[in-house]
C-alpha cells in the first residue's frame, strides 16, 4: 500500500509543483535548508522521484529563478495595467500615455514594480535571480527569463530607439533595479524584541566616534520609501538617456 500512494504521489507531481514547494521551503527556512532530500519530503515522496523534474540541487536553484521569474510575467498579465503593455500575448487595448509619461517608460515602470514586488515576497531567492542566469548562456536561460527580457526588448523597440539605444537602456534599466534591490534597503534588525530604536538596530554596537554619519543615518531606514526611492532614481537614470521619436510607439499615429 505504501509503494502504491508513493507511485500516485509522483503521479500527481508537476515541474511547477515541485519548483512552488522549493520556493515556500527557501521562504520560510531560507537556501541553506533547500535539499533534494527535505524538499522530497515536503512533498511526500521519495528523493528520486523528483530527478525526473530537476536533475539535481543545481537546477534546483536554476529552478528557483525560474519560478521567480515566471511570478513576474504573470503580475504583469495580470495586474492592472498602469502602463501601457504586458507581454505579447496577453496585450489589452492599446491605451494613450498619460501627458507627464511617455508610454514606454511607463511600462518600464510597471514593469519594475512587478519585479520589487516580487523580490520583496522572496528576499531569499533574489541573490540567485542576480546571478544563476549569467552562469549560462543567454540561449540557454530558462524561457520565463527570455520571456521577460523579450517583452523589455519589445517596448524599447517599439519606443523608437535603435538596437544599440535599446540594448544600452535594457542593461542600464536592470542593472538599476537589481542594484536597488540588493542594497540594503530596509534595516536588519539586531533585536526584534527591543523597544528602542537603536537598540533594536544595534546601534549601541557602533562606536559613535567612528561612525558619526552611520549611527545617525540608519535610524532613518525604517522610513525609507523604497518603492519611490526606486521610481525616482530610474526616472532620473531615464531621463538622461537618449529619447526615441515623441509617436514612435505608436507607429506614427498620434491619433
Known amino acids: ?78 495586474a492592472a ?67 521577460l527580457t523579450e517583452h523589455i526588448l519589445a517596448v524599447l523597440g517599439r519606443a523608437g530607439f535603435d538596437d544599440a539605444t535599446a540594448l544600452t537602456v535594457y542593461r542600464s534599466f536592470v542593472a538599476w533595479n537589481l542594484g536597488c534591490l540588493l542594497v540594503d534597503k530596509r534595516q536588519v534588525v539586531d533585536n526584534p524584541e527591543e523597544p528602542d530604536p537603536a537598540l533594536r538596530l544595534g546601534l549601541h554596537r557602533l562606536p559613535a566616534a567612528d561612525y558619526p554619519r552611520l549611527r545617525a543615518l540608519v535610524p532613518r531606514f525604517a522610513d525609507f520609501d523604497d518603492d519611490a526611492e526606486m521610481l525616482r532614481g530610474l526616472d532620473s537614470l531615464l531621463d538622461g538617456m537618449p529619447q526615441p521619436p515623441l509617436d514612435a510607439f505608436y507607429g506614427g499615429d498620434a491619433s
Open 1 to 78: 500500500m505504501g509503494e502504491r500512494d508513493g507511485t500516485e504521489k509522483r503521479g500527481r507531481l508537476s515541474r511547477p509543483q515541485v519548483l512552488d514547494a522549493a520556493v515556500a521551503l527557501v521562504d520560510r527556512e531560507g537556501l541553506a535548508a533547500l535539499t533534494m532530500r527535505r524538499l522530497a519530503s515536503e512533498l511526500g515522496v521519495e528523493s528520486m522521484a523528483l530527478y525526473r523534474y530537476t536533475p539535481g540541487k543545481e537546477a534546483l536553484l536554476d529552478g528557483l529563478t525560474e519560478a521567480y521569474f515566471t511570478e513576474v510575467n504573470d503580475r504583469l498579465r495580470t
Open 81 to 147: 495595467a498602469s502602463g501601457p503593455r504586458p507581454p505579447e500575448r496577453h496585450r489589452p487595448e492599446r491605451r494613450r500615455p498619460e501627458p507627464h509619461q511617455p508610454e514606454w517608460r511607463q511600462e518600464l515602470r510597471r514593469i519594475a514594480r512587478a519585479f520589487a514586488a516580487v523580490a520583496h515576497a522572496h528576499p531569499e531567492i533574489l541573490p540567485l535571480v542576480a546571478t544563476r542566469p549569467l552562469t549560462v548562456p543567454v540561449t540557454r536561460r530558462p524561457a520565463p527569463v527570455l520571456e
